[in-house]
């Protein structure tokens, strides 16, 4: 006899607790391999990029015996676990003040027709939209404190979505804690209500929306089509929170952060709370817009973000700079010691598993060319421990691209790439 695995079991659910039964092929399901830990992605974006003299390796000094220099010294031990890409460029960059807007997008500010600005799908989004729809958050967007934006223009975070519109972010430790593992106190029948309540208002918007739609011009037309995506969106938000409505939030792995944190210790917890949200499967994509200022601050050094970001060689703003830099690395080696640390049900580890980018729009002061680019994680089959110099220009969406790919997810194209970066795959 052939049964279907699923209607047996939810047909007959009190037999859940029987022996194997090798007739209906019972113990083949049983003894099936279990699935294979999920693939992540996680993009933390650093605004007004880093101290070029002294954390980008010599171009001269390509492969994995490449010399270490003084900003990504306190990577040491992770040396072999993370690849410095050189070369590359976003050809639409001009915004020398904007080191996050288009990181991920790539996109020409002037693409669409009559409008002084545009963007389009950021490369976490692209992920999301497949990955997204197995977990709780489709995606989640971390930034810092809206007054500290320095050096990352515009948007609430890294994230864009298909229509190149900005995606708000989460904008401290606290918040975000609360909103993986905080406990709900409302009702679930009054959640529910509310909405369905919701529901009936976006159902009386879109009816009258589309009476509006006869004998619009072009550019009407346009707009309206914009709006029915907008509500298009809301509509897969609801969806999602009623699907996961009567699912409990998961035990948190994490104490519940301090709400005072600031700078470095901000975003320490900030990448404390990122492993737990992939460890707990609350999602398996992440962008983090990281503090500038308040870095700065909370390490003592003087002067802001911007003055810093045009340090002069030989002065206090350099050292400010170098400073910088290394609290990012120390940071940085610390998360991944996390990622390492972390065990997944197969033994394997959450590094394994998960690939990520650091990095900025922005060299240093105001240098477009050459972005700061560091890959690590072993979940796309990446060349890591390596400095690897590209050719000058290479689309910084190559690399995007061989990332997405890396992790499965089915991109032939992203921005204006060309297609992978062959030197950066295994």
């Known amino acids: 006899m052939n049964f279907n695995r699923r209607n047996f079991l939810r047909g007959t659910g009190a037999m859940i607790a029987l022996p194997a039964l090798e007739s209906i092929g019972f113990r083949r399901f049983l003894s099936a391999a279990p699935q294979l830990p999920p693939k992540r992605i996680m993009f933390m974006g650093i605004g007004y990029g ?16 490449y010399k270490l220099p003084e900003g990504l010294k306190p990577l040491a031990r992770h040396k072999k676990d993370f690849t410095i890409v050189q070369g590359c460029k976003h050809k639409f960059s001009k915004e020398a003040h904007w080191g996050s807007t288009f990181w991920l997008t790539g996109a020409n500010k002037y693409g669409t027709p009559g409008q002084s600005f545009s963007n389009t ?3 976490d989004q692209v992920a999301a939209a497949q990955f997204g729809k197995h977990t709780r958050y489709t995606s989640i967007q971390l930034s810092a404190d809206p007054s500290d934006r320095n050096g990352h223009g515009l948007g609430d975070s890294l994230a864009w979505d298909q229509r190149g519109k900005p995606l708000s972010g989460w904008n401290s430790p606290l918040q975000t804690y609360m909103k993986l593992f905080g406990g709900d106190d409302m009702p679930i029948a009054q959640r529910r209500a509310l909405l369905a309540e919701e529901r009936s208002v976006l159902d009386s918007v879109m009816i009258e929306a589309k009476d509006m739609q006869k004998g619009l ?8 089509d914009e709006y029915f995506q907008s509500i298009r969106d809301i509509e897969t938000r609801l969806s999602k929170a009623e699907q996961w409505m009567d699912i409990p939030k998961s035990k948190s792995p994490v104490e519940e952060p301090d709400k005072a944190l600031l700078g470095r210790s901000e975003i320490e917890m900030m990448y404390k709370l990122m492993v737990a949200a992939i460890q707990t499967d609350n999602t398996r994509v992440i962008t983090y817009r990281e503090p500038g200022s308040g870095l700065l601050r909370s390490l003592g050094a003087n002067g802001n ?12 703003t350099e050292e400010s700079s170098k400073l910088r830099d290394k609290a990012h690395s120390e940071l940085l080696a610390s998360l991944i010691d996390n990622l390492k640390a972390t065990k997944e049900v197969d ?4 590094f ?4 990520m980018a650091f990095g900025s729009n922005i060299r240093s002061i105001h240098y477009l060319d050459n972005p700061p680019t560091l890959i ?15 050719k000058s220009g290479t689309p910084l969406n190559n690399v995007w691209l061989t990332m997405l790919q890396g992790i499965g997810v089915n991109a032939e194209k992203h921005g204006d790439s060309t297609g992978i970066v062959s030197e950066l795959t295994v």
């Open 376 to 390: 690590s994680g072993g979940g796309a089959n990446l060349k890591l421990g390596h400095n690897l110099v590209l």
């Open 217 to 224: 011009t072009k550019s009407d037309t346009d707009k309206l």
């Open 305 to 316: 973000a911007h003055n810093t970001s045009h340090y002069r060689i030989g002065t206090v």
């Open 347 to 350: 033994g394997s580890s959450l």
């Open 352 to 355: 394994d598993h998960t690939v």
């Open 50 to 65: 880093v101290t070029a003299e002294t954390w980008f390796p010599d171009i001269e000094d390509k492969g994995p015996a």
């Open 121 to 123: 799908i950021s490369a």
